[in-house]
Protein backbone atom coordinates (compact mmCIF):
# COMPACT_ATOMS: atom_id res chain seq x y z
CA UNK A 1 0.00 0.00 0.00
CA UNK A 2 0.86 3.31 -0.93
CA UNK A 3 1.20 6.11 1.75
CA UNK A 4 -0.36 9.58 1.36
CA UNK A 5 2.54 11.05 0.98
CA UNK A 6 3.60 8.92 -2.02
CA UNK A 7 0.25 9.83 -3.52
CA UNK A 8 1.00 13.90 -2.83
CA UNK A 9 4.54 13.41 -4.58
CA UNK A 10 2.50 12.01 -7.56
CA UNK A 11 0.18 14.71 -7.35
CA UNK A 12 2.58 17.20 -7.81
CA UNK A 13 5.13 15.48 -9.74
CA UNK A 14 2.09 15.15 -12.34
CA UNK A 15 1.41 18.73 -12.12
CA UNK A 16 4.73 19.67 -12.73
CA UNK A 17 5.05 17.78 -15.76
CA UNK A 18 1.91 19.24 -17.30
CA UNK A 19 3.50 22.99 -16.49
CA UNK A 20 6.34 21.51 -18.34
CA UNK A 21 4.62 20.55 -21.25
CA UNK A 22 2.70 23.62 -21.45
CA UNK A 23 4.53 27.18 -20.64
CA UNK A 24 7.22 25.59 -18.70
CA UNK A 25 7.09 27.88 -15.88
CA UNK A 26 7.97 27.46 -12.34
CA UNK A 27 5.29 26.93 -10.11
CA UNK A 28 4.66 27.67 -6.46
CA UNK A 29 3.44 25.60 -3.58
CA UNK A 30 0.36 27.41 -3.82
CA UNK A 31 -0.31 26.49 -7.50
CA UNK A 32 1.07 23.67 -6.86
CA UNK A 33 -1.23 22.82 -4.11
CA UNK A 34 -4.50 24.14 -6.30
CA UNK A 35 -3.72 22.51 -9.37
CA UNK A 36 -2.81 18.42 -7.35
CA UNK A 37 -5.36 19.06 -4.49
CA UNK A 38 -2.33 17.92 -2.14
CA UNK A 39 -2.29 20.19 1.00
CA UNK A 40 0.25 22.90 1.13
CA UNK A 41 1.27 22.35 4.37
CA UNK A 42 2.64 18.54 3.63
CA UNK A 43 4.00 19.78 -0.14
CA UNK A 44 6.60 22.09 1.65
CA UNK A 45 8.29 18.72 2.61
CA UNK A 46 7.72 16.63 -0.30
CA UNK A 47 9.29 19.04 -2.73
CA UNK A 48 11.90 19.59 -0.57
CA UNK A 49 12.71 15.30 -0.16
CA UNK A 50 11.80 15.65 -4.85
CA UNK A 51 14.26 18.34 -5.11
CA UNK A 52 16.73 16.59 -2.68
CA UNK A 53 16.32 13.39 -4.84
CA UNK A 54 17.19 15.17 -8.09
CA UNK A 55 13.52 15.12 -9.56
CA UNK A 56 12.82 18.85 -9.22
CA UNK A 57 14.74 21.84 -9.66
CA UNK A 58 13.75 24.90 -8.14
CA UNK A 59 13.85 29.12 -8.92
CA UNK A 60 14.14 31.84 -6.62
CA UNK A 61 12.90 34.94 -7.28
CA UNK A 62 9.06 36.40 -8.64
CA UNK A 63 8.76 34.19 -11.13
CA UNK A 64 10.75 31.72 -8.43
CA UNK A 65 8.93 27.89 -7.41
CA UNK A 66 9.41 24.15 -8.21
CA UNK A 67 10.27 22.45 -11.58
CA UNK A 68 10.21 19.34 -13.04
CA UNK A 69 14.09 18.61 -14.25
CA UNK A 70 13.65 15.30 -15.36
CA UNK A 71 11.55 14.36 -18.47
CA UNK A 72 8.75 12.69 -17.31
CA UNK A 73 9.97 8.78 -19.18
CA UNK A 74 12.94 9.26 -16.94
CA UNK A 75 10.94 9.24 -13.69
CA UNK A 76 10.34 5.46 -12.36
CA UNK A 77 7.51 5.50 -10.30
CA UNK A 78 8.99 2.35 -8.76
CA UNK A 79 12.06 4.34 -7.53
CA UNK A 80 9.50 6.98 -6.81
CA UNK A 81 7.65 4.72 -4.35
CA UNK A 82 11.38 3.98 -3.10
CA UNK A 83 12.36 7.61 -2.36
CA UNK A 84 9.08 8.45 -0.66
CA UNK A 85 8.57 5.46 1.24
CA UNK A 86 11.56 3.51 1.64
CA UNK A 87 11.51 -0.58 0.72
CA UNK A 88 8.17 -1.64 -1.22
CA UNK A 89 8.54 -5.84 -0.42
CA UNK A 90 6.34 -7.12 1.52
CA UNK A 91 9.04 -8.91 3.81
CA UNK A 92 12.40 -7.88 4.42
CA UNK A 93 14.21 -10.93 3.22
CA UNK A 94 12.75 -10.03 -0.16
CA UNK A 95 14.03 -6.53 -0.48
CA UNK A 96 16.94 -5.93 -2.86
CA UNK A 97 18.00 -2.58 -0.60
CA UNK A 98 17.03 -3.38 3.01
CA UNK A 99 17.52 -7.23 2.74
CA UNK A 100 17.16 -8.09 6.42
CA UNK A 101 17.05 -12.10 7.17
CA UNK A 102 13.58 -12.80 9.33
CA UNK A 103 13.70 -13.79 12.74
CA UNK A 104 11.49 -16.22 13.10
CA UNK A 105 12.74 -17.94 9.59
CA UNK A 106 15.19 -20.88 9.52
CA UNK A 107 15.91 -21.23 5.88
CA UNK A 108 14.65 -19.01 3.24
CA UNK A 109 14.95 -21.00 0.60
CA UNK A 110 12.09 -23.90 2.10
CA UNK A 111 10.07 -20.54 3.69
CA UNK A 112 6.72 -21.30 1.96
CA UNK A 113 5.37 -17.59 2.95
CA UNK A 114 8.45 -16.16 1.17
CA UNK A 115 8.17 -18.05 -1.70
CA UNK A 116 3.71 -17.20 -2.05
CA UNK A 117 4.95 -13.53 -1.48
CA UNK A 118 8.64 -13.87 -3.63
CA UNK A 119 5.57 -14.15 -6.60
CA UNK A 120 3.41 -11.93 -5.96
CA UNK A 121 5.97 -9.23 -4.91
CA UNK A 122 7.82 -9.91 -8.30
CA UNK A 123 4.60 -9.78 -10.24
CA UNK A 124 4.20 -6.10 -8.67
CA UNK A 125 7.90 -5.34 -9.58
CA UNK A 126 7.31 -5.96 -13.31
CA UNK A 127 4.70 -3.54 -13.44
CA UNK A 128 5.82 -1.21 -11.27
CA UNK A 129 8.69 -0.72 -12.24
CA UNK A 130 8.16 -0.71 -15.92
CA UNK A 131 5.72 2.58 -15.21
CA UNK A 132 6.91 6.10 -15.37
CA UNK A 133 5.91 9.21 -14.92
CA UNK A 134 4.57 9.76 -18.54
CA UNK A 135 2.11 6.47 -18.52
CA UNK A 136 0.25 8.38 -15.46
CA UNK A 137 0.02 11.62 -18.00
CA UNK A 138 -0.64 9.63 -21.40
CA UNK A 139 -2.56 7.08 -20.73
CA UNK A 140 -4.94 5.44 -18.67
CA UNK A 141 -5.38 2.29 -20.88
CA UNK A 142 -1.81 1.67 -20.76
CA UNK A 143 -1.74 1.60 -17.51
CA UNK A 144 -4.87 -0.88 -17.20
CA UNK A 145 -3.56 -3.07 -19.84
CA UNK A 146 -0.30 -3.67 -17.75
CA UNK A 147 -2.49 -4.20 -14.78
CA UNK A 148 -4.67 -6.81 -16.67
CA UNK A 149 -1.69 -8.43 -18.20
CA UNK A 150 0.27 -9.04 -15.49
CA UNK A 151 -2.75 -9.73 -13.16
CA UNK A 152 -2.06 -13.34 -11.76
CA UNK A 153 -4.65 -15.91 -11.37
CA UNK A 154 -6.91 -16.71 -8.04
CA UNK A 155 -4.25 -18.80 -5.57
Known amino acids: MITQKTKYALKALIALAEEAAGDGEALTIEQISQRSGAPKRFLEHILLDLKRTGYLGSRRGRSGGYLLIKA ?84
Not at 89 to 101: E, F, G
Not at 126 to 146: C, M
Request: glycine share 4%.
Open 72 to 155: PRQVSIGELLREVDGPIAPLPCLSRRAYQPCDDCEDEESCRIRRLFGQVFYAYLLLIESLTLADLLESPERIERLAADAALPPV
